[in-house]
């Protein structure tokens, strides 16, 4: 349902906001010239997207780049490339011949090889940072643009006066959406120590309740498999080095009885400060919960993982919510919620989360360049 409607308003937005595009006001802001601002096509763009969001990944990128006037050429992920052949399809009498291209593949051939094509004029990438660090090198020799939406690790911070109902009934969806194979899903709570134990406790009843099944087993199945074994393994091996490593597992802790790769909605507790689990991307439906004492503390280790995309704080006072914001390093930072995106609002992150924005009209400048044009009207 996501996909869809997500697909559909992207590009509904993107096709009013090529209508409305802004830029500096024509003028004369040298004696007797006239200058003008022009927004170019770049050509073509090479796309490389993922598994987890198949056609409205596909949807955040060519929306913006065919507004933009732009070609295409675009690599699905191997594990899930059916939906965008289908658009293909369906599209195919719509667009000219040739704007709109899918090649299949494998990502150290496909995407390599758009990375390094030198009549590719820009490569864009929704994935993980090593394929961003690959796609970067292979543009790095045409020097030709690079659009990089990676990985997340989404600190929740949550102070001692938050709504702790809210909080917890934000993250049953925020943390285990799509399995928690989403790149700003709150995985990472900071809750401060005076409310954690009451959190956790609102937290595991929320997400004891999560209907987990075969996606086709019901409308009331909210979580599904894991998207390939490979995964799978990699999610489970993350469980066991978090318990090994001395977190508790308050509620799930593995994998659920019986055929497929479906990992049970787990909540890790008593977690040590600096563990692998709270540093690096699991991608499943995992949430772990450490406690800080102060506010200096929440806000220092919210920022000490690689990642910037995404990250919350939860608090009922006004100017803490701001301050706070101000101060996490995240492309996106919620006060009160988590993972509400709008299509008229950026996303992407800093850090090693990438660079280059996905949504809004941000979008349609990554994908198109500024031509200065100055007429000199002296007589």
């Given at each position: 349902e996501?996909?869809?409607?997500?697909s559909?308003d992207?590009f509904?937005f993107?096709?009013g906001a090529?209508?409305?595009?802004t830029s500096?006001?024509?003028?004369?802001y040298?004696?007797?010239h006239?200058?003008?601002?022009?927004?170019e096509?770049?050509?073509?763009v090479?796309?490389v997207?993922?598994?987890?969001y198949p056609?409205?990944?596909?949807a955040w990128?060519?929306?913006p780049?065919?507004a933009?006037?732009?070609?295409?050429v675009?690599k699905p992920s191997?594990q899930?490339?059916?939906t965008t052949?289908?658009?293909?399809?369906?599209v195919?009498?719509l667009?000219?011949a040739g704007?709109?291209?899918v090649?299949?593949?494998?990502g150290p051939v496909?995407g390599?090889r758009?990375s390094?094509?030198?009549?590719?004029?820009?490569?864009?990438l929704?994935?993980?940072?090593?394929s961003g660090?690959?796609?970067a090198?292979?543009?790095?020799?045409?020097?030709?643009?690079?659009?990089l939406?990676?990985g997340?690790k989404a600190p929740v911070?949550i102070?001692?006066d938050?709504d702790?109902?809210a909080a917890?009934?934000s993250?049953?969806?925020a943390?285990y959406w799509?399995?928690?194979q989403?790149?700003?899903?709150?995985?990472?709570?900071?809750?401060?120590?005076?409310?954690?134990?009451?959190f956790?406790q609102?937290l595991?009843?929320?997400?004891r309740?999560?209907v987990?099944g075969?996606p086709?087993?019901?409308?009331?199945?909210?979580?599904?498999?894991l998207?390939?074994k490979?995964?799978?393994?990699?999610?489970?091996?993350?469980l066991?080095?978090?318990?090994?490593?001395?977190?508790?597992?308050a509620?799930?802790g593995?994998?659920?009885?019986?055929?497929g790769?479906?990992v049970?909605?787990?909540?890790l507790t008593?977690?040590?400060e600096?563990a692998?689990?709270t540093?690096?991307?699991?991608?499943?439906?995992?949430?772990?919960v450490?406690?800080?004492?102060t506010?200096e503390e929440?806000i220092?280790r919210?920022?000490?993982?690689?990642?910037?995309?995404?990250?919350?704080?939860?608090?009922?006072n006004?100017?803490?919510g701001?301050?706070?914001?101000?101060?996490?390093?995240?492309?996106?930072?919620?006060?009160?919620?988590?993972?509400?995106?709008a299509?008229e609002m950026?996303?992407?992150g800093?850090k090693?989360s990438?660079y280059?924005?996905d949504?809004s009209?941000?979008?349609?400048d990554?994908?198109?360049r500024t031509k200065?044009v100055?007429?000199?009207?002296?007589?």
């Amino acid at each position: 349902e996501d996909d869809i409607a997500g697909s559909i308003d992207s590009f509904r937005f993107m096709a009013g906001a090529a209508r409305a595009t802004t830029s500096l006001a024509a003028g004369e802001y040298a004696e007797d010239h006239l200058s003008v601002i022009v927004r170019e096509p770049l050509g073509v763009v090479g796309v490389v997207t993922p598994w987890n969001y198949p056609l409205l990944m596909a949807a955040w990128k060519i929306a913006p780049i065919l507004a933009a006037g732009n070609t295409i050429v675009l690599k699905p992920s191997e594990q899930t490339p059916l939906t965008t052949l289908k658009f293909a399809e369906l599209v195919a009498d719509l667009l000219p011949a040739g704007v709109f291209n899918v090649v299949t593949g494998l990502g150290p051939v496909v995407g390599a090889r758009l990375s390094e094509h030198p009549k590719v004029d820009m490569i864009a990438l929704t994935g993980s940072v090593n394929s961003g660090r690959a796609v970067a090198r292979g543009a790095a020799e045409t020097i030709k643009r690079v659009h990089l939406e990676l990985g997340g690790k989404a600190p929740v911070v949550i102070f001692a006066d938050a709504d702790l109902s809210a909080a917890a009934e934000s993250l049953r969806a925020a943390g285990y959406w799509n399995s928690g194979q989403e790149c700003g899903a709150g995985c990472r709570v900071l809750v401060h120590e005076s409310v954690a134990e009451r959190f956790t406790q609102l937290l595991v009843e929320q997400v004891r309740t999560l209907v987990v099944g075969e996606p086709t087993a019901g409308a009331d199945v909210e979580i599904g498999p894991l998207i390939s074994k490979a995964h799978y393994d990699r999610v489970l091996n993350h469980l066991e080095r978090a318990q090994a490593d001395g977190a508790k597992a308050a509620l799930g802790g593995g994998a659920l009885e019986g055929p497929g790769y479906f990992v049970a909605p787990t909540v890790l507790t008593d977690v040590p400060e600096g563990a692998a689990c709270t540093l690096e991307e699991i991608f499943g439906p995992v949430v772990t919960v450490e406690t800080f004492s102060t506010e200096e503390e929440a806000i220092a280790r919210a920022n000490e993982v690689p990642y910037g995309l995404a990250a919350s704080a939860w608090t009922l006072n006004p100017q803490l919510g701001h301050d706070v914001a101000s101060r996490l390093e995240a492309g996106t930072v919620w006060v009160n919620s988590h993972l509400v995106l709008a299509n008229e609002m950026p996303w992407a992150g800093f850090k090693s989360s990438g660079y280059g924005r996905d949504l809004s009209a941000y979008a349609l400048d990554d994908y198109s360049r500024t031509k200065h044009v100055m007429h000199n009207k002296a007589r």
